[in-house]
Structure formats: structure tokens, C-alpha cells
């Protein structure tokens, strides 16, 4: 059993900043890459960040600049800095993670239940 619980989320002013946290527990072998998904109502889910286990990170193109991926590998946690926010940000933010656990062979994705972030004036 693998949880990803995500925190951090809430309501900002455009141009404010906000911090999510994403925690991975449960039976984890490796974890391969930890990454930032985001969901808008009425649009598909898509990337925000990602970051691998060798620190190399991509960004949508719409964040670059402004969000920045780091991960504590010990602690088994991805974090996500977003800075000068728009109200096009406004979105549930998911954390994911490809990962392996103790009783598979397998890499597959994990997803936390996601968290709100809202940037309205």
C-alpha cells in the first residue's frame, strides 16, 4: 500500500506565492520520479513538474520561471514553490509518483487525492 498526501494548497492573491508538499509512505522499494499535475474544471489534467531521481526537472511551459520542483529523497517528498501566481493557476494540483514497491517488480503511478489552489483578488 502506497500513499502521496499533497498539502499546501489555498487561496492567494494574483502575484502571491504558495509551497505544496507531497509525502510518499507505505511499502516503496524506489521511487523513480515525483512530479506536479494540475486539473482546471472543465480541462484534461496536465504536467506542471517533474522531477527524476537524478534531479533533472522539466516544466510546462506555462510555469517556467515562476514554479520551481525540489524533492528530499530521504523523506520521500516533492515539493512544489510557486511564485507570481495568475488566476489561470487556479486549479487542483495532484502529486504523482513512479515508483516501485516492496512486493512488485513493477514501476507504476501513484497519485495523491490532490489539493486545491485558488488565486483570485
Known amino acids: 500500500q502506497v500513499q502521496l498526501v499533497e498539502s499546501g494548497g489555498g487561496l492567494v492573491q494574483p502575484g502571491g506565492s504558495l509551497r505544496l508538499s507531497c509525502v510518499a509512505s507505505?511499502?516503496?522499494?524506489?521511487?523513480?520520479?515525483m512530479g506536479w499535475y494540475r486539473q482546471a474544471p472543465g480541462k484534461q489534467r496536465e504536467l506542471v513538474a517533474v522531477?527524476?531521481?537524478?534531479?533533472?526537472?522539466n516544466y510546462a511551459d506555462s510555469v517556467k520561471g515562476r514554479f520551481t520542483i525540489s524533492r528530499d529523497k530521504a523523506k520521500n517528498t516533492v515539493y512544489l514553490q510557486m511564485t507570481s501566481l495568475k488566476p489561470e493557476d487556479t486549479a487542483v494540483y495532484y502529486c504523482?509518483?513512479?515508483?516501485?514497491?516492496?512486493?512488485?517488480?513493477?514501476?507504476?503511478?501513484?497519485w495523491g487525492q490532490g489539493t486545491q489552489v485558488t488565486v483570485s483578488s
Open positions: 504523482n509518483a513512479n515508483l516501485r514497491t516492496r512486493s512488485s517488480t513493477t514501476i507504476g503511478d501513484y
Open positions: 507505505g511499502s516503496i522499494f524506489s521511487i523513480y520520479a
Open positions: 522531477i527524476t531521481n537524478g534531479g533533472m526537472t
